[in-house]
């Protein structure tokens, strides 16, 4: 499994200014696999040290405050020599540690030539102040925080549908790698392409999964592994809820497949029970953003650059992390995915495809424009460019609100995604769902 964050890992070992790289993501999606795989290939030799399990491993940060003597001990432990340049220290689960954590900055500071590469379960949460640090004490202590400035800082995401087509299928993905900026595709790639697109659906992204579908081709072993990732998401909420009433994101968390099943998607915090008010819920809201499960996108009440200065964030909406488990927890027969039936929820499902895909490769993170005449899937901002995108699940063409925005605002690029093919129709180019994952490519 080839992941596409091992090129940025790559640039970060050969950086002449590195710091200590902090990977954060999701629970389950492959960054300790990731981490591990990049010391095996890139290196003379990784250590691997999970704060987590290893209390003791902690408490080596805890009494030692210089590198020299931190790396001395750490060898002690490991049992193999830890060398500038040539070694990479992983610590995974660091967020068990304050200290490993404030610890990054001496390295950034007084031993740059060591390759320290962190990462953590949850590690957005502990890091946002929502769960307390050390739970096991009752007693409020100082957060978790990020020595400020001496980290780079890596996100890894579930598998893209381009990282899925190379891990599924070899050889189309050859084919889908050489697809360049205004190419013709065949028929005959564009249908298995599409089928591919349909299994990415159901599948997703989840290492895991993936995995799974590679050695069993098994769609029944897909779903008992997506019904154990939710059962996992679950307990983890209720173990690391912190200062948040976990029963209140659970409630956010069930609600999200009936959220996006309304005609107008944006969050109603009464849908999820009656009376339910904006101070109730933003917390829980907000640990499930900073655990990476959930993706909010804002309304922007113009359509002008730069994006963020015009976020409304009052009103917004919620997508799910990896599509694959958004289809399972909406409880969606694998059937009229596979024979291109219709079925109910195609078009939540497909645009939170279409974000899973866009939010990977977009440095500032997609909105979307609603007015009382007026919906634009999602707004993507290049440079100073602001490209409209509209999502279909089909083939269909009607699109009336997004011709009248391409009418009133005169765009340098408007794009449609869709089942059709990579094609320009007069203002709009249709760019087939299966190519999101090339979006910056192709633009």
Not at 52 to 79: H, T
Not at 93 to 103: G, H, K, P
Not at 196 to 202: E, G
Not at 309 to 317: I, P, R, V
């Amino acid at each position: 499994m080839e992941r596409r964050l091992m090129q940025e890992l790559k640039l970060w070992k050969e950086k002449a200014n590195r710091k200590p790289l902090l990977l954060k993501g999701a629970r389950q999606v492959g960054k300790t696999w990731l981490l591990k795989e990049f010391g095996k290939t890139m290196y003379d030799s990784y250590v691997y040290f999970n704060l987590d399990r290893e209390p003791g491993i902690a408490e080596i940060f805890s009494y030692n405050k210089r590198p020299e003597d931190i790396i001395r001990k750490l060898e002690y432990v490991s049992r193999k020599p830890i060398k500038q340049g040539e070694t990479l220290v992983i610590l995974d689960e660091i967020q068990a540690s304050r200290d490993a954590l404030n610890s990054l900055k001496y390295f950034k500071e007084e031993a740059e030539g060591f390759h320290i590469a962190a990462a953590g379960s949850l590690l957005g949460i502990y890091l946002s102040g929502l769960v307390d640090y050390e739970k096991k004490k009752r007693e409020r202590i100082d957060e978790l925080t990020v020595p400020v400035g001496a980290v780079d800082i890596l996100h890894l995401y579930p598998l893209s549908f381009p990282e899925f087509i190379n891990s599924v299928d070899v050889q189309m993905a050859a084919f889908y790698i050489s697809i360049r900026k205004g190419d013709r595709i065949e028929s005959i790639f564009h249908e298995r392409l599409n089928e591919l697109y349909n299994l990415y659906l159901i599948i997703g992204g989840m290492p895991e999964c993936v995995n799974a579908w590679i050695n069993s081709k098994d769609l029944n072993e897909i779903d008992r592994l997506q019904d154990t990732l939710l059962e996992l998401y679950e307990y983890d909420v209720t173990k690391y809820h912190g200062k948040v009433n976990p029963e209140k994101i659970l409630l956010v968390l069930r609600r999200i497949v009936s959220q996006l099943a309304k005609p107008n998607e944006k969050f109603i915090y009464g849908a999820l029970k009656k009376g339910a008010r904006a101070t109730e819920y933003e917390g829980a809201i907000e640990w499930l953003c900073s655990a990476g499960l959930v993706n909010r996108v804002y309304n922007i009440t113009k359509p002008e650059f730069p994006l963020k200065a015009y976020e409304d964030l009052s009103a917004f909406k919620l997508y799910f992390f990896d599509t694959g488990l958004l289809k399972h927890m909406a409880g969606l027969d694998n059937s009229p995915i596979l024979t291109k039936t219709s079925y109910q929820f195609k078009g939540p499902l497909t645009e939170n495809y279409v974000l899973q895909q866009l939010k990977e490769q977009a440095k500032i993170p997609p909105s979307y424009y609603s007015t009382k005449n007026m919906e634009i899937d999602f707004l993507l901002q290049d440079k100073s460019n602001l490209i409209p995108i509209e999502v279909k699940g089909e083939e269909e063409k009607n699109a009336p609100s997004f011709k009248r925005y391409i009418k009133e605002n005169r765009p340098e690029m408007a794009i449609r995604f869709s089942k059709m093919g990579y094609q320009k129709n007069g203002e709009i180019t249709n760019i087939p769902l299966y190519l999101a994952g090339k979006l910056n490519e192709l633009i």
